[in-house]
């Protein structure tokens, strides 16, 4: 052809036909397996992030067992006996009258959860999930371990408060954390003058014994009441359960103190200490405590004329006026222990026995046989009239013992998970 210009068309070539095809499905490969890989990830964050949340269930359940365990020691369930380190105590998810058989140094108790709303921090049966109150004990397994910060170490088998250890297993489907801690009742720092303590005179009448050397809590009823002995091993004299440490007077007093009969008093430095000046005597219960009034009276509680038995922290009145003492209690045949607040006058008769501390805001008289172990604080006249004898043997692991198990909270000396 001539006068113009030649054009080429190019055509295809054959073997690049379908590239753009190949091409978008690579891209589509590639974002597949991106999705997939995304998809991946994300269902192993949220098993990731599932069984997070079981191990975090699984140990709240477990800590909800303890407050459990805690509770029914608090509430003296579990019936535990501090001299027998083989004692344990288990709490089954059944209904009461439901409980397994145990042997004979296991107490069994069926849960305080609502039924059909139970947590699994125990089982229904024996077994290695069930909510278990044991005593912590020695290496060589025939002792109670105890706490007792005026000693070194504090922890040791003589003296203090006895140590639970409370092992609770948290269970969310297939995930379960096992956890052990040492507990003890909170104990509370009591400021005791002597065996009795009083803002008068006392006179001791008839056949009384008052000792201030400081006895165990495991004291049996009735030691003593020949006096403190000379030599151990009279089990009606109390040298033999005699601490060692922590003595104070038989009787202290801002008077006078005297006796007749056959009336005597012990303790260390001095048997007796009178003539204290007034302003060394405690201006009310709070002061033994350490304590602020309003914390008392809110620790203490409402006053009532009456209960069903006096074990516990009991404050005794007439009416509504605090340290008016006006009220008057007569007990008959009394076996207590805790703390007893009377707002009057304390009279008691034929057969009183009590562990732990007696506050008087008026005036206190013994007509009978009567045994205390703790100690005693009167504001008012304390007359002592024992016709048949009366003991009083101080011991500050009773008193602390007594207000730990029915006012006080609870101390965690170790946590770990099993």
């Given at each position: 052809m001539s006068g113009g210009t030649e054009m080429e068309v190019?055509?295809?070539?054959?073997?690049?036909?379908?590239?753009?095809?190949?091409?978008?499905?690579?891209?589509?490969?590639?974002?597949?397996?991106?999705?997939?890989?995304?998809?991946?990830g994300a269902s192993l964050n949220r098993g990731l992030a599932g069984n997070d949340q079981r191990m975090r269930q699984s140990l709240n359940i477990a800590e909800a067992g303890v407050g459990e365990a805690e509770a029914r020691i608090r509430n003296q369930e579990t019936l535990m006996d501090p001299t027998d380190p083989h004692d344990v105590c288990q709490v089954f998810n059944v209904a009461a009258g439901s409980v397994p058989s145990l042997g004979a140094d296991s107490i069994g108790l069926a849960t305080g959860q609502s039924a059909g709303n139970y947590l699994n921090y125990t089982s229904t049966d024996r077994g290695p999930d069930v909510l278990t109150i044991a005593w912590k004990k020695n290496p060589a397994g025939t002792a109670v371990?105890?706490?007792?910060?005026?000693?070194?170490?504090?922890?040791?088998?003589?003296?203090?408060?006895?140590?639970?250890?409370?092992?609770?297993?948290?269970?969310?489907g297939n995930t379960r954390r096992t956890i052990v801690t040492e507990v003890i009742q909170k104990p509370m720092n009591i400021m005791a003058k002597g065996a009795m303590a009083a803002d008068v005179p006392i006179d001791f009448v008839g056949n009384a014994f008052i000792c201030g050397y400081n006895h165990?809590?495991?004291?049996?009823?009735?030691?003593?009441?020949?006096?403190?002995?000379?030599?151990?091993?009279?089990?009606?004299?109390?040298?033999?359960?005699?601490?060692?440490?922590g003595n104070l007077p038989g009787a202290w007093s801002t008077g006078?103190?005297?006796?007749?009969?056959?009336?005597?008093?012990?303790?260390?430095?001095?048997?007796?200490?009178?003539?204290?000046?007034?302003?060394?005597?405690?201006?009310g219960p709070w002061d033994m405590f350490n304590m602020s009034q309003a914390e008392y009276w809110s620790w203490v509680g409402m006053p009532s004329s009456s209960w069903?038995?006096?074990?516990?922290?009991?404050?005794?009145?007439?009416?509504?006026?605090?340290?008016?003492?006006?009220?008057?209690?007569?007990?008959?045949?009394?076996?207590?222990?805790?703390?007893?607040?009377?707002?009057?006058?304390?009279?008691?008769?034929?057969?009183?026995?009590?562990?732990?501390?007696?506050?008087?805001?008026?005036?206190?008289?013994?007509?009978?046989?009567?045994?205390?172990?703790?100690?005693?604080?009167?504001?008012?006249h304390s007359n002592i009239r024992a016709n048949g004898g009366m003991t009083i043997l101080y011991s500050s692991e009773t008193i602390q013992q007594m207000m730990a198990k029915y006012g006080g909270q609870f101390v965690t000396l170790s946590w770990r998970e099993q």
């Open positions: 190019r055509l295809p070539n054959q073997n690049e036909r379908g590239i753009a095809l190949v091409i978008s499905m690579l891209i589509l490969l590639v974002m597949t397996l991106l999705a997939l890989v995304l998809m991946a371990m105890k706490y007792d910060n005026t000693q070194n170490p504090a922890v040791q088998t003589a003296t203090g408060l006895p140590i639970y250890t409370v092992t609770s297993t948290g269970r969310v165990r809590a495991s004291t049996m009823d009735g030691d003593g009441s020949n006096g403190r002995g000379l030599m151990p091993g009279d089990a009606t004299h109390c040298i033999d359960n005699e601490t060692g440490a006078a103190i005297g006796g007749g009969g056959a009336s005597g008093a012990a303790g260390s430095p001095f048997n007796v200490t009178g003539g204290h000046p007034s302003s060394e005597f405690f201006t069903p038995n006096w074990n516990g922290i009991r404050y005794y009145d007439n009416n509504s006026i605090t340290q008016d003492r006006t009220a008057s209690l007569a007990l008959h045949s009394v076996n207590g222990e805790g703390f007893l607040y009377v707002d009057g006058d304390l009279h008691c008769n034929a057969g009183f026995t009590y562990r732990g501390l007696l506050y008087v805001e008026g005036d206190f008289d013994i007509n009978g046989q009567a045994w205390i172990l703790g100690g005693v604080v009167v504001k008012g």
